[in-house]
T-cell receptor, first 115, second 114 residues
Framework: KQEVTQIPAALSVPEGENLVLNCSFT??????LQWFRQDPGKGLTSLLL?????REQTSGRLNASLDKSSGRSTLYIAASQPGDSATYLC??????????????FGQGTILTVHP | GAGVSQSPSNKVTEKGKDVELRCDPI?????LYWYRQSLGQGLEFLIY????????KSGLPSDRFSAERTGGSVSTLTIQRTQQEDSAVYLC????????????FGSGTRLTVV
């Protein structure tokens, strides 16, 4: 069964810092990996999608990498801002096993960027 | 529509009552998921519809939960005889159904059972 782990569970940083959020998964049989942002009381907003054949994706100040063979992904946020404060979730779309075709989510990293 | 629409956004119900939660996926999206997010917990898969195939109901927690998708579009999640442990945010997501694209989530329905 696929398991997704996100480290750290929470992170508090001053504005302007560059930071890295980590995501690991136990089964490398995935179609893609997606990073989401969730604001308190809101739904999920997709940030970046990395196909299993890709190594990284970039959008603005965000860069996500994927090493499928080692079961790891990182989300890099450059020059963090208070508006980046949210919960960041990674999810893998499974390509095998009992979780085939389903998204498996990590527990999330709660990010707080203070002025 | 432009995004995945869920209604109601908030629902408070008495224990033992039935509730229906609605999801309008993005037009043309053939795949639709329901997830549940309990307070302080991760997202829990409930059910998955893909085109005209039989839905994958493996995540439904009990037989009080059911879902249908009419005409390959709108989906309704029904919870019968609600219990306090059913209180959660219920999220719907849709996709074009190929495994090369990501999923778009709605804003969710916050269900509170009192």
């Amino acid at each position: 069964k696929q398991e997704v782990t996100q480290i750290p569970a929470a992170l508090s940083v001053p504005e302007g810092e560059n930071l890295v959020l980590n995501c690991s998964f136990t089964d490398s049989a995935i179609y893609n990996l997606q990073w989401f942002r969730q604001d308190p009381g809101k739904g999920l907003t997709s940030l970046l999608l990395i196909q299993s054949s890709q190594r990284e994706q970039t959008s603005g100040r965000l860069n996500a990498s994927l090493d499928k063979s080692s079961g790891r992904s990182t989300l890099y946020i450059a020059a963090s801002q208070p508006g980046d404060s949210a919960t960041y979730l990674c999810a893998v779309l499974n390509a095998g096993g009992t979780s085939y075709g389903k998204l498996t989510f990590g527990q999330g990293t709660i990010l707080t960027v203070h002025p | 529509g432009a995004g995945v629409s869920q209604s109601p956004s908030n629902k408070v119900t008495e224990k033992g009552k039935d509730v229906e939660l609605r999801c309008d996926p993005i037009s043309g999206h053939t795949a639709l998921y329901w997830y549940r997010q309990s307070l302080g917990q991760g997202l829990e898969f409930l059910i998955y519809f893909q085109g005209n195939s039989a839905p994958d109901k493996s995540g439904l927690p009990s037989d009080r939960f059911s879902a249908e998708r009419t005409g390959g579009s709108v989906s309704t999640l029904t919870i019968q005889r609600t219990q306090q442990e059913d209180s959660a945010v219920y999220l719907c997501a849709s996709s074009f159904g190929t495994f090369s694209v990501g999923y778009t989530f709605g804003s969710g329905t916050r269900l509170t059972v009192v």
